[in-house]
């Protein structure tokens, strides 16, 4: 290896006719490496599309949004209660439902990054905007539900009007984005 200038364990200048590292004492004739002992492993690129970050952030939301709508749920009623497994039943349809559209729009934003599909396409825009939109109407109601908890909790009288009207806004988040399927 006449032809290096330094040790590759050590960085030290290497004579013309040096054998070893006069520095580390390697044997210069081992740091010769063959070009077809060299692997390159290539790997593919992936584009990310500008929905990621969007569709992540939103979902991050939602489980903390959920989370907190349970700890009220569970805060106001107690397990044996009807109403709190009404409540809890209508926040695990509103989860279903959310990571279902959650699930459809990462299948377009994988093809979009696979390069499969045009992020700038009229109708690949429209349906992933479309599926975000849901998401947030979800977040939304689910962010109304907090709010409801929140104030009736606040107050000492428990109005059953404000509760069915609970439901009925729950029981409607969930027949919309079911007929958008």
Not at 17 to 35: E, L, Q, T
Not at 37 to 57: D, G, T
Not at 66 to 80: D, G, N, T
């Amino acid at each position: 290896m006449k032809d290096s200038n330094f040790c590759v364990w050590c960085g030290f200048k290497l004579g013309p006719d040096d054998d070893f590292c006069s520095n580390c004492g390697a044997k210069v004739a081992d740091m010769v490496i063959k070009r077809e002992e060299i692997k390159v492993k290539l790997k593919k690129v992936k584009r990310k599309s500008k929905y990621e970050a969007r569709l992540s952030e939103l979902k991050d939301k939602y489980e903390y949004n959920e989370k907190e709508a349970r700890r009220l749920v569970e805060k106001r009623f107690q397990p044996p209660q009807m109403t709190y497994y009404k409540f809890a039943n209508e926040l695990d349809d509103s989860r279903v439902l959310f990571y279902k559209k959650l699930e459809n729009a990462n299948e377009i934003v994988e093809a979009i990054n696979d390069g499969i599909l045009d992020e700038n396409a009229a109708n690949v825009k429209e349906k992933i905007e479309s599926i975000i939109g849901k998401l947030e109407l979800i977040i939304e109601r689910v962010n109304e539900l907090i709010s409801e908890f929140i104030i009736s909790s606040s107050s000492d009288e428990k109005d059953d009007k404000d509760l069915e009207d609970m439901f009925k806004n729950m029981d409607d988040l969930i027949d919309s984005v079911k007929k958008y399927q």
